[in-house]
């Protein structure tokens, strides 16, 4: 099939994009050796349904070296990056994207990546899955399975699953211990705050930052924002996260009381509408609203359009937005994935333990085809086998039981 993609001849920043990715990710390096010998995906399609910048194009090649043809497609119109693309193309595989992508064009693509008629998938949000399940139904018999990247993904999976019309078997990738432990916390933590100092270039020292959601990405958010010098707010529904968020040294408080103190918002719920009317009417001048979660609805658009007076651009990917009494907000990225829509996503290494856990698992299913059509855990094989990796990478070493301490632990008497 032809590609769709802006421009070929941006391959060669690609390269260099992807070969900077390559040389920070060892564990990737390892699993590609053996993929190269081993060939698991030898005659089979293989759909990545993700970010579509450097890591995930590392991934991709990964897997084609796997002996797989590849197609990539975007999980987000605009966290795609043409160059890397074009160069993933150059390199051999088939792509269905472009930057800024219309939603008709993205879906297109989508519709696409389906007729490469997959064996495997690899899906990030559930597009691709949601897509099979309803438009496509008859090209689902085909197809082996695939593994699923994000929390959110995972929720509309297993609704998927609970109401018995799941086809495929998933495993949920995102809930390894090596992927939701650093990816969803330090990966976040890190690449949320790069994508708003880069967008913005403001302090953030001295500033109240508001951190919407204290899951395992608000977690490394609220973190890293305390590193960064700032007066961390967390808001919760969760009375456990909560907890948590008081007890990591954090204050605690509803939205109606953080609105009007915040300098900078960021929405990791996963939910819709968790910044909206009520909250924009009390909020403070110069407010900047950033999310961070998979899709583009925890911000409400529709409310802050319907309030505003008056809305443009005021520097690449800030959208001002100016209320009654000439108060302005800040939204970046559209409300979109900040780290990804205004930023390169988590840093190599992170991605390094994420995308290992993603070439081993589509490995596992390609292997085991009598799998039942369910949401599975990565085996607990792989996650450990990634975590080994990791730490022979960062050069550390750690203890091992003896035999007595394994037989002590696996006792019951006194
Ligand atoms: N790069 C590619 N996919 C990503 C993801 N899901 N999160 C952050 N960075 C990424």
Known sequence: ????????????KGHQKLNWAKAHMPILNKIREDFEKNQPFRGKKVVICLHLEAKTGYLAQVIQAGGAQVAVVASNPLST?????????????????????????????????VQFAPDLIIDDGSDLVSLLHTKYTDKLDTILGGCEETTTGILRLRSLE??????????????AFTKYLFDN?????????????????????????VVIGYG?????????????????????????????????GFQVMP???????????????????????????????????????????????????KLAVEQKTVRH?????????????????EGRLVNLAAGDGHPAEIMDMTFALQALSLEYISKNQELKNKVYRVPQEIDEKVAYLRLKAMNVDIDILTDEQKAYLASWQV
């Not at 992508?101 to 989508?110: G, I």
């Not at 916390?185 to 930052?209: A, E, P």
Request: charge should be negative; proline fraction near 2%.
């Open 255 to 305: 939205m109606e009381k953080a609105a009007p103190i915040g300098d900078f918002f960021i929405t990791v719920t996963g939910n819709k509408d968790v910044i909206r009317e009520e909250h924009f009417k009390i909020i403070k001048d110069g407010a900047i609203l950033a999310n961070a979660g998979h899709f583009d609805v925890e911000i409400s658009k529709s409310d802050l359009k």
């Open 216 to 248: 395992w990405c608000g977690k490394g958010v609220a973190l890293r924002a305390k590193g960064l010098g700032a007066r961390v707010i967390v808001t919760e529904v969760d009375p456990i996260k909560a907890i948590e968020a008081l007890m990591d």
């Open 81 to 113: 990056q043409d160059d890397v693309v074009a160069a993933l193309v150059d390199s051999g595989i088939t792509a269905f994207a472009w930057y800024g992508a219309t939603e008709e064009e993205y879906f297109n693509h989508l519709d696409l990546a």
């Open 317 to 333: 990917n800030i959208e001002q937005y100016t209320l009654v009494d000439n108060k302005k907000v800040y939204l970046l990225a």
């Open 185 to 209: 916390r330090y990966g976040t933590g890190q690449s949320v705050w790069d994508g708003i100092m880069r967008t913005t270039n403001l302090m953030v020292t001295d500033k109240n930052v």
């Open 1 to 12: 099939m032809n590609s769709q993609i802006k421009d070929i001849n941006l391959a060669p």
């Open 162 to 175: 609970n109401a018995g019309e799941l086809k495929i078997p998933m495993i949920a990738v995102n809930d």
